[in-house]
């Protein structure tokens, strides 16, 4: 898998590189079947590994106590549907202060959210807006499927119903990530680690 991150940014290449492993293994773990669940980690800009999580198939709780360990930091993890950042991940981002975000998917697929090192960039809290908006809400997906499954008839139930609400969450953040993310002097990049 070809390094593509961190062509423009001046990042530190400790961090680079312990990221590129980190989730070279990761993603290893996930093909083999090893991991079930999401795994994240939180590194520091020197490259540092300071934390590791373990959450459920489709969420990651970060305890509120660790916040202000976190902040500033880098935070990765798996994801199972989409590489794309849910909606929670970017609140999270901008309710701890990360530095940036990052999520995996089994084929080395990656979307990263992160400030920009423009110090003309304004940065502004973009989890906040999102969510004022209610871009890419359960209410929101839950609609969208609602006319999907009246107009063609669809049948859905249980964990697929549940994978449906996710995805069509996801993509409603990436749509509005693509238009508005540089707006709001950040950077958000999709690729292949
Ligand atoms: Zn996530």
Aim: with cysteine.
């Amino acid at each position: 898998m070809a390094d593509k991150f961190d062509k423009t940014d001046m990042r530190n290449k400790k961090l680079t590189d312990e990221l590129h492993k980190y989730e070279i293994e990761l993603c290893r773990h996930i093909q083999s079947g090893i991991i079930e669940h999401e795994i994240a980690a939180v590194f520091t800009e020197d490259g540092l590994k300071i934390k590791d999580y373990e959450g459920t198939r489709s969420k990651t709780i970060i305890p509120y106590a660790d916040y202000d360990l976190l902040r500033k930091n880098i935070y990765t993890h798996c994801h199972f549907i989409k590489e794309i950042l849910s909606p929670g991940d970017i609140l999270a981002f901008s309710e701890i202060g990360l530095k940036e975000i990052r999520a995996i998917i089994k084929n080395g697929r990656y979307s990263s959210l992160r400030e920009s090192s423009d110090k003309n960039a304004v940065q502004s809290n973009i989890g906040y807006v999102m969510k004022a908006e209610e871009i890419g809400t359960a209410k929101q997906a839950m609609s969208i499927l609602m006319d999907i499954i009246n107009n063609t008839g669809l049948e859905i139930s249980g964990e697929e119903y549940q994978d449906k609400i996710l995805k069509i969450r996801i993509d409603k953040a990436d749509e509005w990530l693509t238009e508005n993310a540089e707006n709001f002097g950040y950077i958000y990049e999709k690729g292949v680690i």
